[in-house]
């Protein structure tokens, strides 16, 4: 059973780089049959999607993030990781990584997901 | 951006009660519209998918319907562990969005 865990510093400064790393375990990363994302979810809030990366390499990211976001993988670790440049406290949220399947009807859910790992970003 | 907006924001039921959350897309998304139930402190989990799809394991008082631009999620018969919040997410474009969430709570 594919099993996501993320990890990444707790506490971020301000207008300083937020780096998460997501492992992928019990299943590869590098399958056309699947994209990976990240989801947040600020505290009490709803979600939000950060953004996505494909196995072609190709990554999309949520305009309301201002370009602040890069979404790389590396198939080799078998895990992909997200950078959120200039940090806010409007970025304090729990992290989400997630597996989508493409081609199916399932296609765009997200039938995998990690158990979130909380950010705060604070001096 | 699709605009997703879930109806009602909090539900107050009881167990063995039948009750419908109802999810509003912006605009026409066929069935790219997919449900999760989050508990606290846990991640989301997958419903339902393509609007009407039940994931594997997920009990069958769980169904959802709809196309286009309204769709609606109902749980048949209450059980204790359904008490949580609830999320529609569409996958018709970029960027994904979801629905504000729908809290629902023990009467």
């Known amino acids: 059973q594919l099993q996501l865990q993320e990890s990444g510093p707790g506490l971020v400064k301000p207008s300083e780089t937020l780096t998460l790393t997501c492992d992928v375990s019990?299943?590869?990363?590098?399958?056309?049959?699947?994209?990976w994302a990240w989801i947040r979810q600020p505290p009490g809030k709803g979600l939000e999607w950060i953004g996505a990366?494909?196995?072609?390499?190709?990554?999309y990211q949520n305009p309301s993030l201002s370009g602040r976001v890069i979404i790389s993988a590396d198939t080799s670790k078998n895990q992909f990781s997200l950078k959120l440049t200039s940090v806010t406290a409007a970025d304090t949220a729990v992290y989400f990584c997630?597996?989508?399947?493409?081609?199916?009807?399932?296609?765009?859910?997200?039938?995998?997901w990690g158990q979130g790992t909380a950010v705060i970003v604070s001096s | 951006d699709v605009q997703l907006t879930q109806s009602p924001s909090s539900l107050s039921a009881s167990v063995g009660e039948k009750i419908t959350i109802t999810c509003r897309a912006s605009?026409?998304?066929?069935?790219?519209l997919h449900w999760y139930q989050q508990k606290p402190g846990k991640a989301p989990n997958l419903l339902i998918y393509?609007?009407?799809t039940l994931q594997g394991g997920v009990p069958s008082r769980f169904s959802g319907s709809g196309s286009g631009t309204d769709f609606t999620l109902t749980i048949s018969s209450l059980q204790p562990e359904d008490f949580a919040t609830y999320y529609c997410?569409?996958?018709?474009?970029?960027?994904?969005?979801f629905g504000q969430g729908t809290k629902l709570e023990i009467k």
């Open positions: 019990g299943g590869s990363s590098g399958t056309s049959a699947y994209y």
């Open positions: 605009q026409s998304i066929n069935t790219y």
């Open positions: 997630a597996r989508a399947p493409l081609g199916t009807k399932a296609a765009g859910s997200f039938d995998i």
């Open positions: 990366i494909y196995y072609s390499g190709t990554s």
């Open positions: 997410q569409h996958s018709y474009n970029i960027p994904r969005t």
């Open positions: 393509d609007a009407s």
